[in-house]
Each structure stands twice: as C-alpha cells, then as structure tokens.
C-alpha cells in the first residue's frame, strides 16, 4: 500500500520571523529557504508583503520571493491583508498569495483595523485583481482565531462557516483554518473542519495549529482523521502571535515531519535535514529561544522514513 | 450525552523523581499528593520499593504510602521490581503494586539484571504471594519499551504480544504498555494497542507516554481513539529514564488533564488546581527544570471542564 501524502507548509519566515525583535538578513532568510528545499519542502510562505515602516521584518519580501523562486518545484507564498500587499506579491511573482481573515471580530480589529465583513471585501477585490493581472497565482484565505480568541474568548462555530462560505463567494481557490492562539482541543478540531468541509468541500485544504498549550501535534492527528493532508508549520517552533502573550508558536517543522513520517504519511521531507537545518537559526539568530522536542532528543534509533 | 471518563494517574512522584539528583523531603512529598488528590486525582503512584542505596530518593516509600492512605478514595500504588520489594509494598499498605516488565532484552538487563523470562517468574511469584497475604491489592505490570528501546532499537511486537499472555498468565490483573522513552507514534499506538487488546482483552487497561519528542499527546489521543481510558503522566512533566538521556519525561499530567477536559472527556481532575499545584514543585526542587506548556500560556478563555 503507498503511503498516504501530506503536505508541510513551512511558515516559518513569515509567522515565526514578525514578531521577533531582530530583523533576519536577507542571505539568512535565503539560505533557511534553500536548506529547506533541499530537505525536500515545497511549500514556503517567505514573508508579507506590508508595509515595512508597521513590519521591517519583512522589508525585503520582493527580493526574498525573488531568490525562492529559483528554487526548482518549489511553491513561493507570502502574507498580504490588502489589495496593495496582493498586488505587490504579485509583481514579485509569488505563486500564491496567502490572506489572514480573523473570525474573531475584536481580534481582527486589532491586527488589521478592519471588521472581518470588510475584509471580505477586500478578499474579493483581491481576487477580482488577480483574475485580470495573474489568472494563475493561487488565492487562500487563513481563517484565524478560528477556534477561539484571546480578546473575544468563545468565537461561534457558525462564524466560522459563514466566513469560509464568503471566501468561497469572494474566489478564493482554498481555505485554511487557524488556530491562531493555540486555544483548539483534538474534539473540536474534528467537530470543526468536519463541519466546513460538509459546506466548502475540498476548498477547504489546510490547517494551522499552534503549540501555545502543548496540543499543536495532537490537534494536526486529529484534522488528518477526517482527511485534512495539508498543514502549517514553523522550523523549530519559531513564532506566535502579538495578541497571544507569554507562549512558544507555531507547531516545529521538525517535529511535525517526524511525526507524519513516523506515522507512515509521505512528507517527501528528510527530517535529519531539517534538525541540520536548525543550525541556520541558531546562526542567525543567536540567544532567541527555538522550540521544539525532537531536535532536544535526536531520531529514534528505530525512525525510517516513510516513503 | 455523558462525557466519558478517562483516568489520569499520577506517577512523578515515582517515574518523575527516581531520576532527580536531590531526593525530595518526605513532607514534600506527602505536600504534593495531598494537593493532587484535593485536585481530584484517585490514582497516585507514590513510590518504589527497591533497596535504598540503589534509590536513597525512594527510602521513605513505606512513609509516603502511610500517608497517601490517609487520603479518603485515594488508590495508592507503589512500583515493585521483584518479589521481595513486592512484600514490603504490601506490608505498608498499597492498594496496587506496578511491576515493570522490560520487553527489550538489552534494556531489562540493563535496568534490573534480568531477562524478560526471569522478570515473568517473578511477577509469577508475586501473583502467588498476593493470592496468599494479601488478595484485594491489585497488580498491573507495565510493558517498558513496548514501542521501542534506546539500546536495542526496534522491539518487536510479537514479543510485547508474547509477554502481556505470560502476564495475563502469572495472574496480573492489568497491563499497561509503556513507551519508555518516547519512541512511539500514533499509527504504532493505535496498532499496537488494538492488538493486543484482541489478545488479552480489558486486562490491557492503561498507556504510559512519554513526550520525549514531543508526540505525548498525540499518542495518547491514538490510545484513546481505540478505546483505552487509563493514562499516566507526571506533574510538570517530570521524570526520564536513565537509559534515555537529554530530554524530557513524562507527560506533564497538567497538559494531560487540559487536553482531555478541553476535548469532553471527564477526569474528576481540577486543571487550574493542577497548575497551582506546580508551585509546591517549584519550592521543593529549586533551579530543576519543569516541563508543560499550559502552565507557562494559562488556561484559554474559553475552556469549560466537561464533566
């Protein structure tokens, strides 16, 4: 029997670098991109494209898409929360433009000043946009706080799928739901993506999960039972949120692809590549703190890959 | 619908202090079972009857379960390696006595000096010896390295199959399996799990994960989707093994506990309570590492306990 495929989106250089203190070096954020193709990732949000007075982090996202995009079947994806982010993606020749659509009202308030119903309309004017300059750029829309939000506490199911319905509405080609403050539990991950699935279908693709209260890797098991084979992660756990105090981010690629493999789902990814590429970080960005349990405690003597 | 109840059993004061370099007061100890059991915990394994030079940590055992069987619905349950450790767990009183069963041989020569035949007669000998002094304490021998071993590599599963039938055999009540040091993943659990609960039954009763490279949680969530319903954990994630360097222990019982109440599964068990818990840790083992992730992001806004 061949092995199930699952996809690991590295957004590391996107969701783990915006809320770090120190701006990475262009060569730095090329050469994490290169070692992570080479470890077999094909799929990389490389930055946001926003404007770099709010973000200097990301100052350079032209010209990092502008490397990745040397890369040989390599996906290059970027952040943008506005027609004009989008159109300066693509004109750096993204091949997918990613949008953070908050269902949290007050959460979305808070990160780009706009309610979510407005930033449907900017879904839209960004998909009408890329229908007449770059038919073939791929739109998907991150509903974040999508299981709950630090600000507005409970957020409502049913928001949930009006939302996803819009972005469908709108045009986007795909849906990911975000666990943005690492608030989801494995139930209703299930319960959740169940649920959207059964109204936008096979739009709905991804899933994004934080590791903010330890259940990053039990919620990815969880959304895979019911068929989701595509997730977000963030090279040694690099990440988190501005309005999420105090917590480790993003799921760690490392881990993630360790546990897939190991798991019997094909990634394509060499997980001993990754835990190399670690070093890059480490380099980089010396004393941050990098998360992450596999790289601590090495590959079981028993570990094989599974494709 | 009436959530289903999981058991969550606490072992740091066993697994998670047997590999500290300070032994912890008796106060403490007695300090920290106390809070558990005012938390709702009704399972604590409280300590090890084995020779004080191998164990000082472990002297005061007969002490400590003296004390835990002041604690009304409390079950206490100590570790016991051989027959003579056995008797004295029963002469100070413990309602269940754990008898670990390596099903590496490299790993149980290393950790008793015996083979896994030579520990089979001994819980053999146990039973035999529970049957004529004392027939209502339970005994549930725990399989260690059940999914793999740091020494001997790949654990095959006819063996864990083979062993849990002579445990069933010698007269255990119960069988947990045991990832010793954090070797398993969620397709192994689910398998092997299943298996041999086709062998033995509902004798098979309890998981023993440990979050080495992170897939605790995970794993007991697999355990958990083929109908086990014990798990042990270890309060901020104390404890290792000897023969699985570098990294952390168990499953932090705080991260146990949030995982399942968030997913509507009922343990009886106070999270926040839990976390306070922490603190006497903290006093009691200054500048030793303590592991979890809920306790370092708190509790999300929107978390109920589903009972």
Same mark, same amino acid.
């Given at each position: 029997?061949?092995?199930?495929?699952?996809?690991?989106?590295?957004?590391?250089?996107?969701?783990?670098?915006?809320?770090?203190?120190?701006?990475?070096?262009?060569?730095?954020?090329?050469?994490?991109?290169?070692?992570?193709?080479?470890?077999?990732?094909?799929?990389?949000?490389?930055?946001?494209?926003?404007?770099?007075?709010?973000?200097?982090?990301?100052?350079?996202?032209?010209?990092?898409?502008?490397?990745?995009?040397?890369?040989?079947?390599?996906?290059?994806?970027?952040?943008?929360?506005?027609?004009?982010?989008?159109?300066?993606?693509?004109?750096?020749?993204?091949?997918?433009?990613?949008?953070?659509?908050?269902?949290?009202?007050?959460?979305?308030?808070?990160?780009?000043?706009?309610?979510?119903?407005?930033?449907?309309?900017?879904?839209?004017?960004?998909?009408?946009?890329?229908?007449?300059?770059?038919?073939?750029?791929?739109?998907?829309?991150?509903?974040?706080?999508?299981?709950?939000?630090?600000?507005?506490?409970?957020?409502? &199911? %049913?928001? =949930?799928?009006? @939302?996803?319905?819009?972005?469908? *509405?709108? +045009?986007? !080609?795909?849906? /990911? #739901?975000? $666990?943005?403050?690492?608030?989801?539990?494995?139930?209703?991950?299930?319960?959740?993506?169940?649920?959207?699935?059964?109204?936008?279908?096979?739009?709905?693709?991804?899933?994004?999960?934080?590791?903010?209260?330890?259940?990053?890797?039990?919620?990815?098991?969880?959304?895979?039972?019911?068929?989701?084979?595509?997730?977000?992660?963030?090279?040694?756990?690099?990440?988190?949120?501005?309005?999420?105090?105090?917590?480790?981010?993003?799921?760690?690629? &490392? %881990?993630? =692809?360790?546990? @897939?493999?190991?798991?019997?789902? *094909?990634? +394509?990814? !060499?997980?001993? /590549? #990754?835990? $190399?590429?670690?070093?890059?970080?480490?380099?980089?960005?010396?004393?941050?703190?990098?998360?992450?349990?596999?790289?601590?405690?090495?590959?079981?003597?028993?570990?094989?890959?599974?494709?």
């Amino acid at each position: 029997m061949d092995a199930v495929e699952v996809e690991v989106v590295e957004v590391g250089l996107r969701d783990g670098l915006q809320n770090l203190d120190v701006v990475m070096a262009t060569a730095d954020k090329c050469r994490w991109i290169a070692a992570e193709h080479a470890a077999g990732v094909r799929e990389i949000e490389v930055g946001s494209f926003v404007p770099p007075k709010l973000l200097p982090q990301m100052a350079d996202a032209a010209e990092v898409v502008a490397f990745a995009r040397t890369l040989r079947g390599l996906s290059v994806a970027a952040l943008a929360p506005n027609l004009r982010g989008a159109r300066d993606a693509i004109r750096a020749g993204v091949h997918k433009i990613g949008i953070p659509v908050s269902v949290s009202r007050a959460h979305s308030l808070a990160n780009v000043r706009k309610t979510p119903a407005q930033m449907i309309e900017e879904v839209g004017s960004i998909c009408r946009m890329r229908a007449e300059t770059a038919p073939s750029t791929k739109i998907e829309v991150g509903l974040a706080t999508a299981f709950g939000c630090t600000i507005q506490g409970t957020v409502p &199911e %049913d928001d =949930v799928v009006r @939302l996803a319905q819009a972005c469908v *509405a709108a +045009g986007v !080609d795909s849906v /990911a #739901l975000a $666990d943005t403050v690492g608030y989801a539990n494995p139930s209703q991950v299930r319960r959740l993506f169940t649920r959207i699935r059964a109204e936008i279908g096979a739009r709905l693709v991804a899933g994004h999960f934080h590791d903010t209260r330890g259940l990053g890797l039990a919620n990815v098991m969880a959304a895979l039972s019911v068929g989701i084979r595509s997730f977000d992660s963030s090279l040694a756990g690099l990440g988190g949120c501005p309005f999420a105090p105090g917590a480790s981010g993003n799921i760690a690629t &490392e %881990d993630l =692809v360790f546990m @897939l493999e190991s798991s019997g789902f *094909a990634t +394509g990814i !060499d997980v001993a /590549a #990754l835990i $190399d590429a670690r070093r890059l970080l480490e380099a980089a960005l010396p004393g941050r703190p990098l998360y992450g349990a596999l790289a601590r405690a090495g590959l079981p003597k028993t570990f094989r890959q599974a494709a």
